[in-house]
């Protein structure tokens, strides 16, 4: 059983550009969440979806960010017009049901 | 302000030395999680104590839960050089739901 997958493990951007970020979860995982690490920071919380169904976006900025878990394919955590403060290490994980997590190995955004 | 406070932010020990990590928590919880990270990495989960429970064993790893206190403590005994990583608590709230909410990590060094 593969574990999560994150891909791209590293994205550069410029300013203004946009980001796509995906998660696989692990087979038989229908819960996602996304999770933002600034350097030398634990992890926040940012978003938790269930299949085509945003659970709880309470830790999503207002603007540029959106996330999806079509009922088909990844996970999809979107930036739109990076800015330089958006750098950081993205983590998705996935559950089956309940509270243990299992993580990805996370997406590095570096915006130039 | 922030539901996980780990203490203290660095640790360097000798291997072979016991090393002890704290976490400070701020409302009530669920369930309490120790993950770690290595650096670059992503996390990956140790061991979860539930709210009902004091202590909880695996392998070289020993977590006790004061919920009196707020507060729980990580103990690596016998420490390896591969143990050097980060090391991070997380808290899921009564009502369960799946929101970690991390603290900022203990930096653990073992020297060979």
């Known amino acids: 059983n593969a574990g999560v997958m994150q891909n791209p493990r590293h994205l550069v951007r410029r300013r203004g550009q946009e980001a796509r970020l995906r998660c696989s979860p692990m087979?038989?995982?229908?819960?996602v969440y996304w999770y933002r690490q600034l350097p030398e920071e634990g992890l926040k919380f940012m978003v938790y979806?269930?299949?085509?169904?945003?659970?709880?976006e309470s830790g999503m900025p207002k603007e540029r960010f959106s996330a999806e878990f079509p009922k088909e394919g990844p996970s999809i955590l979107r930036i739109q017009q990076v800015v330089r403060g958006d750098s950081a290490a993205y983590f998705c994980?996935?559950?089956?049901?309940?509270?243990?997590?299992?993580f990805g190995p996370g997406t590095r955004l570096t915006v130039t | 302000s922030q539901q996980g406070e780990e203490d203290p932010q660095a640790l360097s020990i000798q291997e072979g030395e016991n090393a002890t990590m704290n976490c400070s928590y701020k409302?009530?919880?669920?369930?309490l999680q120790w993950y770690r990270q290595n650096s670059g990495r992503g996390l990956v989960h140790l061991i979860l104590?539930?709210?009902?429970?004091r202590e909880k064993h695996s392998g070289r790893l020993r977590v006790t839960l004061d919920t009196s206190k707020k507060s729980s403590s990580l103990l690596i005994t016998a420490s390896r050089a591969a143990d050097t990583a980060s090391y991070f608590c997380?808290?899921?709230?009564?009502?369960?739901?799946?929101?970690?909410?991390f603290g900022e990590g203990t930096q653990l060094t073992v020297n060979p």
């Open positions: 994980a996935s559950s089956p049901i309940g509270n243990e997590q299992y």
């Open positions: 087979k038989g995982h229908s819960h």
């Open positions: 979806l269930q299949k085509e169904n945003i659970i709880d």
């Open positions: 409302t009530s919880i669920n369930n």
């Open positions: 104590i539930r709210s009902n429970e």
């Open positions: 997380a808290t899921i709230p009564p009502m369960g739901g799946s929101r970690l909410t």
